[in-house]
Structure formats: structure tokens, C-alpha cells
């Protein structure tokens, strides 16, 4: 099973500011079959980006991916309000497909 | 408009069984592999089971195997999952998700809840 790590827990930014959340792979991830999923309270999760840098349908270009292997990144440029939410990454190149333990972004 | 709603969720007391669905609209249900994903209530994510496009092959995380089963209806455009032996650590929001690239459609989810 590929373990994925996310740092930090926690994040605390300001509007406008650039985030940088991490997630690391146990072992390779096959193809970069990442993606990063954006959930706020009360609401189901949304894909911003699969294939560890491609942006989904809709999702602005202040968000974007990248990494390879076992080490992946994803930006949001400068944020805005209704970036403040948990992220997580997951891996979906084998089976069990893992999340990660997710990143909380908050208002500073 | 593409969507899924899920249905089926409630209150179960342990041991239990609980069958639930998830309505595709939009596209075809034949087309792709799906998937249901789980959020214990305050945690994270947690995937639990996908089914391949045309449904002969599934993948069940351990903490569901031998108890959960996944399956779809091409005909009526609509997953299940069929939840046997329901233990207290089972409680969760059920999200059904469409693999398309990556888990990019999912519906708003269904809670299920086991206590006695």
C-alpha cells in the first residue's frame, strides 16, 4: 500500500499570499496518477488537478501541480477567500488508491 | 449536466446490512470505472471500493473486504454498494466518485450510521 504524507497539518496564510502544500509518496507513484482534491465544510470533494499537474475542467490557473516519483507540490499562486479549505492528495496508479491525511488551509 | 446522487443511507444497528445507490446523469455509467470514498465524521478520506467500465473487475480497501460488494446497473445508469456485517467504525459520509481522470465527478453524499 503507498502511504501519503501531507505537510504541514495546518497552514495559515493571508489573502493574496502564495501557499505551498506538500504530499510524499511511501513508494513511486506509477505514471503520476496524482490529484489534489479541494474539500470545504459540509460539501463533497472537488479535483483541481490530476495527473500531478493538469488542471481540471473550471479550475482557475492560480492553482497548479507538479512533482514526480514520490514528491509532489501543489500552488495556489495568490489566494483568495474561498481558497481557505482542506486539500488532500491521492494516488490512483494502484490499488488500495490512498489519500492523504489532508492539509488545512486557513485564514491568518 | 453530469451528476451523481447517492441514496440509501440511514441508521443501522451493528452486524447490520445496507444497500446504497448512486444515480448517474450526464453520461454513461458503461463508460467508466467508479468508485465510492468514505469521511468518517471530523476525519479524512478514505477510499473503500471502485468498480472497472464494465464491471467484471473490483478492488475493496482491507477494512472492507468480505463485507462490502460493489456493482453497477449499466442499464439503469446507477452504482451500489451492498454493506454486510456493519461495524461502528463503518459510520461514515458514502461519496460515490466518477473515474475519469482521477475521481473528478462526486456526488454530495449519503451518511451512514451504525449504532445500537
Known amino acids: 500500500e503507498i502511504v501519503l504524507t501531507q505537510s504541514p497539518g495546518t497552514l495559515s496564510l493571508s489573502p493574496g499570499e502564495r501557499a505551498t502544500l506538500s504530499c510524499r509518496a511511501s513508494?513511486?507513484?506509477?505514471?503520476?496518477?496524482l490529484g489534489w482534491y479541494q474539500q470545504k465544510f459540509g460539501q463533497a470533494p472537488r479535483l483541481l488537478i490530476y495527473?500531478?499537474?493538469s488542471r481540471a475542467t473550471g479550475i482557475p490557473d492560480r492553482f497548479s501541480g507538479s512533482g514526480s516519483g514520490t514528491d509532489f507540490t501543489l500552488t495556489i499562486s495568490r489566494l483568495e477567500p474561498e481558497d481557505f479549505a482542506v486539500y488532500y492528495c491521492q494516488q490512483y496508479g494502484s490499488s488500495p488508491y490512498t489519500f492523504g491525511q489532508g492539509t488545512k488551509l486557513e485564514i491568518k | 449536466e453530469v451528476q451523481l446522487v447517492e441514496s440509501g443511507g440511514g441508521l443501522v444497528q451493528p452486524g447490520g446490512s445496507l444497500r446504497l445507490s448512486c444515480a448517474a446523469s450526464g453520461f454513461t455509467l458503461s463508460s467508466f470505472a467508479m468508485s465510492w470514498v468514505r469521511q468518517a465524521p471530523g476525519k479524512g478520506l478514505e477510499w473503500v471500493s471502485t468498480?472497472?467500465?464494465?464491471?467484471?473487475?473490483?478492488y475493496y480497501a482491507d477494512s472492507v473486504k468480505g463485507r462490502f460488494t460493489i456493482s453497477k446497473d449499466n442499464s439503469k445508469n446507477t452504482l451500489y454498494l451492498q454493506m454486510n456485517s456493519l461495524r461502528a467504525d463503518d459510520t461514515a459520509v458514502y461519496y460515490c466518485?466518477?473515474?475519469?481522470?482521477?475521481?473528478?465527478?462526486w456526488g454530495h453524499g449519503t451518511m451512514v450510521t451504525v449504532s445500537s
Open positions: 466518485a466518477k473515474w475519469g481522470n482521477a475521481f473528478d465527478i
Open positions: 468498480v472497472s467500465a464494465g464491471g467484471r473487475s473490483t
Open positions: 513508494q513511486s507513484v506509477s505514471s503520476s496518477y
Open positions: 495527473g500531478a499537474s
